[in-house]
Each structure stands twice: as C-alpha cells, then as structure tokens.
C-alpha cells in the first residue's frame, strides 16, 4: 500500500496533507499502463485482466482521488490535466516501491536460487565450472537455468522475473547492464571440390549465388546473416535451416551447400574433410551477460556475473 495526501486532486489543487487516502500501488500500476497505452484494451491485454475489470479499477481510482483522469472516447482514453499530474507524481513512488519490494524479496530468496538464462547457441562455449565454483562457495543459494531465445532471455532480463542473462549480440535496452564475455568471427563451412575450398578467406558478398546451411529463426546467427547480406545488397539463398549445429556440417559434407557457423564446438570430429574460412565481413558471433542496471548492487547476484567478467 502506498499513503497519498490528497485534499482535491483538480487541475491546479493536488496532493495536499489535509486528507489522507490509501491507495494499492496494483491500481496505481494498472493507471500507469493505461496513460501509457492510451487504452483500456490495450492496457488490459498487457496487464492479463479483462477490459472491464481495468475500467473498473480506473473508476474507483477516480473516485477514491475525487478527480476524473482520463476523458474517454471513441479514439481511446485522453488523460485529463489531473491524470497527467497523477501520472508524473506516481512514477518516482511506484519505482521506489518496486525497488523496495525488489531488495526484501531479495533478502526473502538470498538463500535460495538465481535464474540464469542462455541464448541459444551459448551453452557450447560455457565454462560451467565456474558456476560449480559459485555453488561451493555460496551452497545456500540454488543456480536455475533455461535456454531460450535471444528475445525471450531479455524480456524476462527486462521483466525482472530472471537474475542474468547470456546473450548473443548487442543489447538495446539502456535499462540493461550489459558486458562482452566472449567474441568469435562467423566461417563458411565448405565441402571438398567446391571452388572456395582452397581459399583462406571469404567475403559475405562471396556468398550471393551459394545454396546456403544455417542455423534457424531462433539463433542470432540466422538474422546477423541476413542482415550482412542485406548490406550488400541480397537475399541470401537459404537451402536448410535446422536446430542442430550439428547438421549444419552434415549438410555440408553431403553438398547441400555452404554452412555458416561459428567455430564454436569442442567436437573437432564433425568438421572433417570440410574446411572452415573465416567470413571477414561478416557480424561476430558475440556473448553479452546482461542483468537489469537496478539489479547491479545485490551482493549474490554480483559475485556470480564477477565470475564471467573477463580477467
């Protein structure tokens, strides 16, 4: 619960000590994303509750702060002079009690787990030692990991509802502590008697007219290959796309056409009888560990990203 005065919230007359009201920070939250989306339907789609049951809660809102916050039409839901004034003074109130409620939590589950989460791709590179390492020296804390895609692994970085993350490629989001744990170039894997087969070094543009093998939708390897191809100017040719790495060489052996990888795998077995040239133009294959900047202070939380942070 948040405590707010409030004599008259009107145009020029709001939040005054004379009287006080209690309010749920859940309806102050659910204010917020209205102003913020301009709509009921939109709001309550994001906030996974029924359009009526928001109105609802506007409702009450308005008259619990006896002031009307939005005028309501057909064009959605335009804050009034009080709404935008509400808006702005809850904003530091909500992120100061979300950042409470975030440090007891925390102080709540210090003794249990930390949600990791790893980007597709990056478990072929990671040293888990040193999460057996941070498991013996911190044995009350329990590490829970998933592998996900790049975009689910930071809406949840974002979301809060995970500790740290293992990315591919650059982060967006401001919001987001990011650093470069580990970097490698992309290869076209080329099959014996294909006229790159001898080359040491190729250009994505090299690329143009060759039936290509990659890794699919999921992967950043995928959507960085398009985009360095769309760069100069075509579509790449894609014959295969797949889930396995593992079938990108297989393809390949088989003269499908031309794997795009990452030298990236212990199992030097299934490079056989191919050869890996590093693509000189194309984007790197990069590792970010990423955690939400307000997240940066908690003890258990920074020894364990320490732990990956090149020496």
């Known amino acids: 619960m948040i405590y707010i005065h409030d004599k008259n919230l009107t145009a020029n007359r709001c939040f005054s000590v004379y009287r006080e009201e209690i309010m749920d920070t859940k309806d102050l939250r659910f204010f917020r994303q209205v102003y913020e989306t301009g709509s009921i ?3 309550a789609k994001q906030l996974f509750i029924t359009p009526q049951g928001l109105s609802r809660v506007i409702r009450h ?27 702005h003074t809850c904003l530091p109130l909500l992120q100061q009690f979300e950042e409470l409620a975030l440090g007891i939590r925390q102080i709540q589950n210090q003794n249990r787990q930390i949600k ?3 980007a597709c791709g990056v ?12 498991k013996k020296q911190y044995p009350q804390i329990t590490l829970q990991w998933e592998e996900s895609s790049n975009q689910e692994i930071l809406q949840k970085i974002q979301q809060k509802t995970m500790d740290l993350g293992f990315i ?14 580990f970097s490698r170039n ?49 579509t790449p040719i894609i014959a295969v796309k797949t889930m396995e790495s593992q079938l990108i060489y297989q393809f390949c052996r088989q003269k499908t056409g031309l794997g795009i990888d990452a030298d ?7 490079i056989k009888g191919l050869h890996l040239i590093e693509l000189s133009d194309s984007i790197p ?13 908690e003890p258990a939380l920074r020894e364990l990203a320490g732990l990956f942070l090149p020496s």
């Open 285 to 297: 294959w990069k590792i970010f560990m990423i955690m939400h900047s307000s997240r940066r202070k």
């Open 168 to 181: 591919i490629g650059q982060v967006p989001d401001q919001e987001l502590w990011a650093r470069e744990v």
């Open 264 to 270: 990236i795998h212990k199992d030097k077995s299934m």
């Open 186 to 234: 992309m290869n076209a894997v080329v099959y014996e008697g294909h006229p790159f087969f001898q080359r040491e070094s190729l250009s994505v543009k090299d690329l143009q007219h060759e039936p290509l093998i990659t890794l699919n939708e999921k992967y950043y390897s995928y959507h960085s290959l398009l985009q360095r191809c769309q760069d100069f100017g075509f």
């Open 41 to 43: 339907n939109q709001a």
């Open 116 to 118: 990791i989460g790893f």
């Open 123 to 134: 478990l072929n590179v990671f040293p888990f030692r040193k999460m057996e390492e941070y």
């Open 61 to 87: 809102l308005e008259e619990e702060l006896g002031a009307g916050l939005f005028e309501r039409s057909a064009n959605g839901m335009r804050p009034t002079e009080s709404g935008t004034y509400l808006y």
